[in-house]
C-alpha cells in the first residue's frame, strides 16, 4: 500500500459569535475538529467542506465558528477560515497577495478549490 502524504489541514480556532444549539453529531464533528485533521487532496478537502455534516455544524444564519487552513508541509502557513449560512470566508492574514485584499468569498467548489490551489504553490515555493 502507498503511502501519501496529506496536503492540507483543518483546526477549529475558536468561536466568533455566540454558540448555536448543536446536535450530537455536530458535537461529534467539534470534537474532530478541534484536533488537527488533515486531508490528502485538495480534492478530499473540498468534498468535506460541502458535505453536509461540515455544513449542519458550521454553516448557520450568523457566523459563529472560526477554523484555521494550513498546509500539512509547513503548519506556519495558514488561512482563516469562516463560515457562513450560504458562504465561505478565507482570510490571509499572511498577506500574501493571492487574493485581493487577502480575502476570498464565495462557495465550496472549483473557484475555492482554484483559490486554494494558488495559494497553496505561492506559500509553498521557495
Known sequence: MEDRTP???LVKKGEIAPRPSLSPEDLA???TLS???SFLSLEDFMSFLESS???SFAQREEAWVAFEIGLYQDHTK???LYPEHELLTMADEAMTGVFDEQIWKGVQGK???AALRRW????SSP
Open 78 to 80: 495558514t488561512l482563516q
Open 7 to 9: 496536503v492540507i489541514t
Open 29 to 31: 464533528l467539534e470534537q
Open 120 to 123: 497553496m504553490h505561492a506559500v
Open 111 to 113: 473557484d475555492m478549490a
Open 53 to 55: 455534516t461540515f455544513r
Open 35 to 37: 484536533m488537527l485533521c
